[in-house]
């Protein structure tokens, strides 16, 4: 009686572990190969972008290359706060001369991720948006205030890597009183392509100083 209760314990068992297995589902392994879409921004290891930088001719109007070039590429990921975030590796050569609102020789880096439609870095502050209308406070100082507010239009730019069409931001200043400054600036970002245009001006002049325009480009 005793052996066949121990049988019957023993099948019982192994019927229920069988059970187990049975039931379980299998777990899911992400394929290394498998693309995460870049998203607005292009944000994916591996893509480059190249600008050229003008700079505005008080005699002609025109805007004549300065030799300046920024070499912007993204060379990996870094965790913060839990978020993930592209790093930014930003060359610059040609500036010896110091040229004002051109980004001086050398390396710079930094920490940009998409959040809801902003492109923001790890201390939280918006470099662009694409899904905000309202007019962003970005800077306050003794003489005024700086502002950023995305266009609900969109436009065509062409520069010298194509003709993209673009959803782009104005930057402006405002006095203490609350009167805008003539100095305005542009952002321009293509879907899937990044930025394409962007101006630098003394707040106290109509016509932006440099305007710097994507050369080449790769992304993925």
């Known amino acids: 009686m005793i052996r066949n209760l121990l049988i019957i314990f023993i099948l019982t068992i192994t019927y229920s572990c069988s059970s187990d297995d049975t039931n379980v589902e299998p777990s899911i392994v992400p394929d290394e190969n498998e693309q995460v879409d870049p998203g607005f921004y292009a944000l994916q290891v591996g893509n480059s972008w190249t600008y050229k930088n003008y700079k505005r001719n008080i005699n002609t109007e025109a805007y004549d290359d300065t030799g300046v070039i920024d070499s912007v590429s993204i060379v990996g990921t870094q965790e913060f706060n839990g978020s993930t975030y592209f790093k930014f590796r930003r060359n610059t050569i040609g500036n010896e001369a110091n040229i004002t609102f051109c980004n001086p020789n050398g390396e710079h880096f930094e920490y940009l991720r998409d959040s809801l439609g902003n ?35 969109e436009a065509s730019i062409t520069v010298e890597a194509g003709a993209f069409d673009c959803v782009f931001s104005q930057r402006y200043a ?42 080449t480009y790769f992304v993925q």
């Open 119 to 153: 492109l923001v870095n790890e201390l939280g502050a918006v470099k662009f948006t694409n899904s905000n209308y309202s007019e962003r406070l970005l800077n306050t100082d003794s003489w005024g205030t700086t502002y950023e507010t995305l266009n609900a239009d």
């Open 174 to 215: 405002k006095s203490t009183e609350g009167e805008q400054f003539p100095g305005l600036d542009h952002f321009y970002y293509a879907e899937g392509i990044g930025l394409i245009y962007d101006t630098t001006s003394f707040i106290s002049t109509a016509h932006h100083s440099i305007e710097r325009r994507l050369d």
